[in-house]
């Protein structure tokens, strides 16, 4: 038999285990609530939102979405559902073994088209207005061209600002990755712009159609050869944006991501001098997307 002194003592590692294990639970959970509200520029393990958005486009669109869209359309499926469960209750072959021969009903009619109207009117205000802010570029501050290649981007910053150079960005290869970076995300190169700055993008593409994507700036265009698209952010907060490609161009398709890292007006201009060195002096020249693997 085991005595009393026995049992205490396995009562006492059984609870100091737990608390051990309690304490544990409760550092990850609190790791993990600082680690997903410290997160931005890129999607968070099991998220369901959208991207938390990082410019006035992004923070527009949000508001759209969240506050116009989804409780309409909440509102919406909730009224079906509850005409179709009266229906089926009221109007089912034993609660209504004769049915009405109605066939037509006038203000029924005017309603389910009147309604539909006034709830695309209210749709469309702000959609417009959104549109409106999109596609009416205002004065930029930096301008950078973008362009799609199969399958990686190239980036030039123009004379006039600066620049007066341009290098390849590609997925960075997973012996090269470093503690931070993101897989399937992380490039050799990322632009670089200034935060609180208007940054005008020109985009194209040298091959097939591509779309350039930064969900955090509000941001989705057509990179279409032979024809030049503009788009625009203004970034809010320094740190790095992830993007990808979300047309499919190819066998390389997901291995092309977009990084922007936006940084102080002080550190952009140093690393102006820096990559006009750099790139202008050939260090990082032209290689074919799909040799790093």
């Known amino acids: 038999m085991i005595g009393f002194s026995g049992i205490a003592k396995a009562a006492r590692t059984a609870c100091r285990g737990a608390g051990l294990a309690s304490a544990a639970l409760s550092m990850m959970t609190v790791s993990g609530a600082a680690l997903a509200a410290d997160a931005f520029g890129h999607a968070s393990p099991g998220q369901m939102s959208m991207i938390q958005g990082e410019s006035p486009i992004a923070h527009e669109m949000d508001f759209f979405h969240n506050s116009i869209l989804l409780p309409i359309i909440t509102v919406i499926s909730l009224f079906v559902l509850a005409l179709l469960i009266y229906v089926m ?26 309604v539909p109207v006034l709830i695309l009117v209210v749709i469309a205000v702000p959609s417009f207005r959104l549109l409106t802010h999109q596609l009416v ?30 290098f390849d960005s590609l997925l960075k290869d997973e012996k090269d990755m470093k503690p931070g970076d993101l897989r399937l995300l992380a490039v050799d190169n990322e632009a670089v712009v200034p935060v609180g700055k208007v940054v005008r993008l020109q ?27 503009e788009t625009w952010f203004k970034a809010e907060r320094e740190g790095i944006y992830y993007g990808q490609c979300s047309k499919i161009c190819g066998k390389d398709h997901a291995y092309m991501p977009i990084a922007f890292r936006v940084v102080s007006e002080q550190k952009y201009a140093e690393w102006l001098a820096a990559s006009k060195k750099k790139f202008a002096a050939g260090e990082s020249p032209v290689r074919i997307a799909n040799a790093q693997r």
């Open 89 to 114: 209750w009221r109007f089912n072959e034993k609660a209504n073994p004769v049915p009405s021969r109605t066939t037509h009903h006038a203000l029924l009619e005017v309603a389910w088209t009147i």
């Open 137 to 166: 570029l205002p004065k930029g501050d930096v301008t950078v061209k973008v362009t799609g290649k199969q399958w990686y981007w190239s980036y030039e910053y123009p004379k006039d600002q600066g620049g007066g150079f341009g």
């Open 203 to 229: 985009v194209t593409a040298a091959d097939v159609i591509h779309s350039f994507v930064i969900q955090s700036f509000g941001i989705r265009i057509d990179a279409v050869p032979g024809r030049l698209n």
